[in-house]
């Protein structure tokens, strides 16, 4: 029932994740425009928050492994997702205006632009839910004999958790809600994903392959 429950949470945050990426290239095109260098940067923050969110939440996984600790990550990141509508457009207006009317935008600002804003509305999010597969493949591996396949069915799972919602957004979302409306509906599941964490996940206790490598270790230094 554990690795059940870990696996529908990081599938769930794999398709929200994915969902932001998508729906955020095109909010980004509505300052920065449709170009090669908005995806480019779009793509590239998220992958940093990837990176950052994993190594964040495998380190939080080992210190505190209990369902309030990604509670405390996604339930702000939830909140602040459904409020991108309300602070993102004066922010991304800003950094694309800020350049004089009268003069082209320099090529180094046209590809740091669209950048900047993705980091500052898009980061913190992106980081929060990437590190529910670390949480989930410490609530999961309850014998050291199967950290591999665990750690393998929660990966996976939440890899074809984006693959749904790449092609939800690309297919479905996008022609039948508005983005804002997109927004507050993946702020909403990122925080029943928080409450669900802090809910019924749990750190497991130590499996028989844990206790007798603990022993091993024991004699061994004795």
């Known amino acids: 029932?554990?690795?059940?429950?870990?696996?529908?949470?990081?599938?769930?945050?794999?398709?929200?994740?994915m969902v932001l990426e998508i729906v955020g290239a095109r909010w980004l095109a509505r300052d920065f425009g449709s170009s090669f260098y908005v995806w480019t940067s779009q793509i590239g923050v998220i992958l940093v928050a990837l990176a950052a969110g994993y190594y964040a939440g495998g380190a939080l996984a080992?210190?505190?492994p209990h369902g309030r600790t990604l509670a405390i990550l996604l339930i702000p990141a939830g909140v602040l997702t459904g409020l991108i509508p309300e602070f993102a457009p004066r922010l991304t207006a800003w950094i694309a205006n800020r350049h004089p009317?009268?003069?082209?935008?320099?090529?180094?600002?046209?590809?740091?632009?669209?950048?900047?804003?993705?980091?500052?509305v898009f980061f913190l999010p992106c980081?929060?839910?990437?590190?529910?597969?670390?949480?989930?493949?410490?609530w999961s591996a309850r014998q050291?004999?199967?950290?591999?396949?665990?750690?393998g069915l929660i990966i996976a799972a939440s890899t074809v958790g984006g693959i749904v919602g790449v092609g939800m957004a690309g297919y479905v979302l996008l022609e039948v809600m508005r983005l804002s409306d997109i927004f507050r509906a993946v702020g909403a599941l990122t925080v029943l994903l928080g409450l669900a964490g802090g809910a019924?996940?749990?750190?497991?206790?130590?499996?028989?392959?844990?206790a007798g490598g603990a022993s091993n270790k024991s004699r061994e230094t004795s």
């Open 1 to 17: 029932m554990q690795t059940f429950a870990a696996t529908l949470l990081v599938f769930s945050g794999g398709f929200a994740l």
């Open 62 to 64: 080992d210190r505190a």
């Open 101 to 120: 009317a009268d003069a082209p935008i320099p090529l180094l600002w046209q590809k740091l632009d669209p950048a900047l804003g993705s980091a500052l």
């Open 127 to 138: 980081f929060a839910l990437a590190t529910l597969p670390p949480f989930a493949i410490r």
């Open 144 to 151: 050291l004999s199967r950290v591999g396949r665990t750690s």
């Open 200 to 210: 019924v996940l749990r750190p497991p206790a130590p499996g028989p392959d844990a």
